[in-house]
């Protein structure tokens, strides 16, 4: 129940193109999901994140919808490019006590030219 | 310049040896985490410290020791007891434990000789 599934393990499209990861989980007491964008030999960054009272949220290109009832939220990045090529990783985490982050297995993107 | 140093980047650890991976913040963060990344797979927490000298034990933490003297500082012992040591090595803080956001380090990566 503490798991967060992601998918799927790689991706490629192409540049200008639309790129959707997806992540489902089970425990209804998750109120906080981040996105994180990793480069390789890097640590991760913190992307976008969402709280369960809205849908959806954009920051640029970056969009993450969230569907509280099918318990999934899913990262869109539009106009894809070349510098997004990274490992993304979604992850969520509940209030109160030790906000442990559980993470998915992550997301490897390859954008071509 | 705010941030979060790890060092080394690349160590090498003999049978039978323990090394220490460094952490230091100067986020004025409360609290730290240890995780460890293998590839194709999420982060998995191994130690994290609230406040100075507490820490509790993650997911995976036997073979690992830590220390939590100074606010800044939170260092990792691989131990000899950690069978299966090669890893990426993520150190992250959070402005307090119930702070959602965390900010990562960019990694120590650990060989076996």
């Known amino acids: 129940q503490q798991q967060v599934k992601q998918s799927p393990q790689s991706l490629i499209v192409q540049k200008g193109g639309i790129s959707i990861i997806n992540c489902a989980y089970e425990?209804?007491?998750?109120?906080?999901f981040p996105w994180y964008q990793q480069f390789p030999g890097k640590g991760p960054a913190l992307l976008i994140a969402i709280r369960p009272d809205v849908s959806e949220k954009k920051e640029g290109r970056f969009t993450i919808s969230f569907n509280k009832s099918a318990k999934q939220f899913s990262l869109h990045i539009m106009d894809s490019q070349p510098g997004d090529s990274a490992t993304y990783f979604c992850?969520?985490?509940?209030?109160?006590?030790?906000?442990?982050?559980?993470f998915g297995a992550g997301t490897r993107l390859a954008v071509h030219p | 310049d705010g941030g979060i140093t790890q060092s080394p980047k690349y160590l090498f650890r003999k049978e039978g040896q323990n090394v220490t991976l460094s952490c230091e913040q100067n986020l004025n963060h409360d609290a730290m985490y240890w995780y460890r990344q293998d590839p194709g797979q999420g982060l998995r927490l191994i130690y994290y410290?609230?406040?100075?000298?507490?820490?509790q034990k993650g997911d995976i933490a036997e073979g690992y020791s830590v220390s939590r003297e100074k606010k800044e500082s939170f260092p990792l012992t691989v131990t000899s007891a950690q069978k299966n040591p090669t890893a990426f090595y993520l150190c992250?803080?959070?402005?307090?434990?119930?702070?959602?956001?965390?900010?990562f380090g960019p990694g120590t990566r650990l060989l076996v000789l």
């Open positions: 425990n209804t007491a998750f109120d906080y």
């Open positions: 992850a969520a985490s509940m209030s109160g006590g030790y906000n442990k982050l559980i």
């Open positions: 992250a803080s959070s402005q307090r434990a119930l702070q959602e956001t965390q900010y």
């Open positions: 410290s609230q406040i100075v000298n507490d820490f």
